[in-house]
Every structure is written in C-alpha cells, then in structure tokens.
C-alpha cells in the first residue's frame, strides 16, 4: 500500500467514527447513516448510505459517493458531513453518468464543485469538543481534567463538568462551542483555577464552582 493509499483510508476511518454517531441521531431530519462503505481502490472517495432509522432494504436506502481528494490534500470527515446534508435535501439534478447502483441501492456520485456545503451547526461543534474532553490522546498520565458532564444552557452556551486533581472539588467551565475550538482545548484544562473566571453566585448543585470561558 502507498502512503496516498493509506493516507485515504485512514480518512475512511475517521469518516467512519464521526459518522456512528448518525446511526442514532439523525444526520438531516429523520435521514440516519445506514452504512460507510470504502469505495473501490481507484476511487480515493467515500460512500455514504443514508435511510430511515431501522430501514434495511436496499431499494429504501440511497448512497452517496462523495470523492475526498481536493488537489494535495483530504476532505475532513466534517466537510463529508456537510456535503451529505446539502445533497440529501432539496432537489439535485445529477448526470446520467453521475447515476448508478451499489448492492441493490440507488447510488450518485457527488460533484462538490457544484454543491454548497451546509454550515456547521451549534450541535456539530458541542459533539467535536465533548468527543476530544471525552477521549483525548492516550496518555500513560491522567488527563489534567476529566469530562464528568455537560449541560446545553443556551444555543450558543455549554456548562462542562471538569473533575482535576488540582481543582477544589467538580468546576464547571461555561463554554461556546462554536467558538475557537482548537484553542479553547489547548488552554482549558490548566486555566480552570483562574480567579478572575469564577463566577459568583452562581446556583449550580453539581459543581463546586463555575469559570466562564465564553470569550475565547
């Protein structure tokens, strides 16, 4: 296998795990992902069946081929998301060539130069950072803080329980998860002691304290 070909079904994979979640919760309305496939070797892409929840027959279920090459670089498992929401609702108009079958199923070949991609929803981000609080790396060390809970209090606010062995008991971190995700991961879990963060009076049982980081 070359290092392009691997580099294509590692993102397979990570398609793959972003994409369970959607077998329980509906991708787009009451559409859930009834299965990932890993196209054909020659085809650098991946194929997404989306179905009613609990459907089986192939003739209930359509696929979508979605190509992951843009030039030198991968589509992220979340421009796939966001394709597949664009081109699952609404009418689509596809080629005769862009038209086949897989397995008993209706498949088309997705074009993304002809598809604008949904935006990323509020619930999107919220399920990316709790997945990374949840399962960071492994680490032979414990985690500088620990996700022990959540709480959506607002469409753009997110309470985090956080247990550390350095915090005074359980402190919850007021979070916007459209925020900047990247950044907010890297500076969370050693800023959870800052002072001027806690906020007073606040009348939350299950925690100790509560720091606000809604600004980041």
Known sequence: MTYEDDEVVEQQADI???LLHHVFAPLIEDQHVRGV???PHE???VRVVLGDKGEYAPDQLTAYEIPLRVDDELRTPHDVVALLRTVHTGTHIYPRDKVGSVMGMTMFTVDPATVDPAPFTNDDWTL???RC???PPSTEERPQAR???FLFLAPDRLRLYLDGEALPGMTAADVRPGGALTALLAVLPSMLDEQ???IAGTD???CSRVVDFTDY
């Open 147 to 149: 996700l022990c809970g």
């Open 133 to 135: 609080l949840a399962a």
């Open 16 to 18: 793959t795990a972003l």
């Open 204 to 206: 939350d049982p299950h």
């Open 43 to 45: 085809a650098d892409a």
């Open 37 to 39: 496939l890993p196209a």
């Open 196 to 198: 001027r963060r806690t």
């Open 128 to 130: 990316t950072l709790l």
